[in-house]
């Protein structure tokens, strides 16, 4: 912390340019939403040291293209930008502050108040960065960075805004927007997290409130604050990602559109809403809709091409749906080519899709699965020590390959598709899940046709589970019931393959769900998340499961083992 005279010093300069610092600050806000990412940060740049709003915005806008890319350097700079963010903002704070202490609190000035919700703003995007690099966080507690410390600091500031002794100053709108922001993020993201992970995390006693969170991120949203664009993108990324790779598979689309709708009528190019646009249509089913609109994103900026990468995902994905398994060679072909983000996993999927082609037909240029699939652990990469948890499966999945005459994976695009919750997503249309449902079963006649092998057990266990949840699309409950039963029926024989017993138990918790037999589902999910450790993709399944235990309401003291 500086000393007083540098404080006052700060102090007085922020008191005369506050209300300036916002305005400018949100016309650089507009800027980026108007896909005028370099110029917006060139507005910033000249006053990052000197301005806490200014220094914020500026980490924030280098984090959401962090975001975009996904890509190792684009995070680390981030970070080391929002780090001396923070620093600006310790500048501005009141030496120990206690908001609780009366005499304290009456003699904070706005832009004291201002600097402390900055301060856990920094606190609280640097986690998310970290989060990007680590699925379960447990990197960025070892790492030191207090995310309970940025929690208190905005309860401390909710509970004195709404005390007697606060008086609102000129620039109320936007302290209330960030505190909206930072407690609403909170309730949100620790609603998702297991107990035993908050445990793990130093959160114990923490639950979140997801309810009041969304609550309060919807607040910010209307409030037309600094704020307002970032309660908006958690609640689009929440909505419409979240709630699949992490949750149960049902996205609020509804929430989603109204959302996006004031946005796309102010910035109807604006390639981040034309991004989550496409989104939307497409865990509507509408596949031809999302397809148009995300190349309409590709489309509408080149400032920061690494943008078009996570459309290039989605539509890798919209093909896959279609079962287009060129097209969407071409989609991870290019993403092999352009994005760093995990050149291991594109490279698996770009010979995922040429295995699902027939033997006798042509592949593009040339290339050949079976030496794809060998490359795929030289492209190995560590994010804060760690290998992507999907990368790692990719990986071990490829491995099949290394023999001189490998076993073929059976369904590995189908297999991915599962990891990303791909099923849920086409539930919406029946021709898609027959589609599936037809290589499923081309898939399992070819298998009946070779000797069994080490594999066999694994193979097999591997399309009844995906079989089952075709069949949980189609409405034939019964037959999805019994196909999953086929993969826990041979659980004992399973060789390689340990995450399909407890997703499998875990789909048919979910399946009990969907038929309101709720004790049998928390059981089943109980089980599912006690009795088995240590296999690939753990922490996106206990994820779902927690999600999944949330929604049926089970009481936390149930969770005994199994």
Request: net charge positive.
């Amino acid at each position: 912390m500086s000393n007083g005279k540098d404080a006052n010093a700060a102090e007085h300069s922020s008191q005369m340019t506050l209300k300036e610092c916002l305005d400018e600050c949100m016309e650089a806000l507009d800027l980026f939403l108007n896909n005028h990412f370099n110029e917006s940060l060139e507005m910033l740049r000249p006053r990052v040291k000197e301005s806490m709003y200014h220094a914020l915005i500026y980490a924030t806008v280098l984090e959401m293209q962090a975001m975009m890319t996904f890509q190792p350097d684009d995070i680390t700079n981030a970070g080391n930008t929002m780090k001396s963010a923070q620093e600006v903002c310790q500048r501005f704070r009141r030496k120990s502050p206690v908001l609780s202490s009366k005499s304290v609190g009456a003699s904070l000035t706005e832009v004291q108040l201002h600097a402390e919700v900055c301060y856990a703003e920094c606190q609280l995007q640097r986690a998310a960065l970290t989060f990007l690099q680590d699925e379960n966080m447990v990197s960025f507690i070892k790492g030191g960075i207090k995310v309970r410390n940025s929690y208190l600091i905005y309860k401390e500031l909710h509970s004195f805004i709404k005390s007697r002794r606060f008086l609102k100053g000129p620039s109320h709108v936007h302290l209330e927007g960030g505190i909206s922001f930072g407690i609403g993020a909170f309730n949100l993201t620790l609603s998702l997290f297991p107990p035993r992970l908050l445990k793990v995390l130093e959160f114990a006693g923490f639950s979140g409130d997801k309810e009041y969170g969304l609550s309060l991120l919807h607040d910010g949203v209307t409030g037309m604050n600094l704020r307002s664009m970032l309660c908006a993108l958690l609640l689009l990324c929440y909505y419409t990602f979240i709630m699949f790779i992490l949750g149960t598979g049902e996205g609020e689309v509804t929430e989603a559109e109204m959302l996006l709708k004031p946005f796309r009528l102010r910035y109807p190019r604006g390639a981040i809403f034309l991004f989550f646009a496409g989104r939307t249509e497409e865990i509507k089913g509408n596949i031809d809709e999302a397809v148009a609109l995300f190349e309409d994103g590709c489309k509408a900026q080149q400032a920061w091409k690494q943008f078009h990468h996570m459309c290039y995902w989605e539509l890798m994905w919209c093909f896959t749906y279609k079962r287009a398994w060129k097209m969407a060679y071409f989609y991870a072909d290019l993403l092999s080519k352009e994005s760093r983000w995990s050149k291991a996993m594109y490279v698996y999927m770009k010979a995922a899709y040429l295995s699902m082609l027939r033997e006798d037909e042509a592949r593009p240029f040339g290339e050949d699965e079976v030496e794809l699939f060998r490359l795929v652990p030289t492209f190995k990469q560590k994010i804060a020590g760690k290998s992507p948890p999907t990368e790692k499966f990719a990986i071990r999945k490829a491995k099949r390959y290394k023999v001189r005459c490998p076993i073929r994976l059976p369904v590995p695009v189908l297999e991915m598709m599962y990891m990303w919750n791909g099923f849920s997503m086409i539930s919406k249309r029946s021709e898609l899940t027959e589609g599936m449902m037809q290589t499923l079963v081309e898939a399992e006649r070819t298998l009946l046709e070779f000797p069994n092998n080490e594999y066999s057990v694994d193979d097999r266990s591997l399309i009844h589970l995906l079989k089952g949840l075709c069949l949980k699309n189609q409405g034939l409950l019964q037959a999805a019931e019994e196909s999953f039963g086929k993969v826990l029926s041979s659980e004992k024989k399973i060789r390689f393959d340990h995450y399909l017993v407890p997703n499998c138990l875990m789909e048919l918790g979910l399946l009990y769900m969907e038929q309101g037999k709720r004790d049998e589902a928390i059981k089943i999910l109980h089980k599912a998340k006690l009795n088995y450790k240590e296999y690939s993709m753990e922490s996106r399944t206990q994820f779902r499961i927690h999600a999944a235990l949330a929604k049926l309401k089970a009481d936390p003291s149930e969770d005994t083992r199994m």
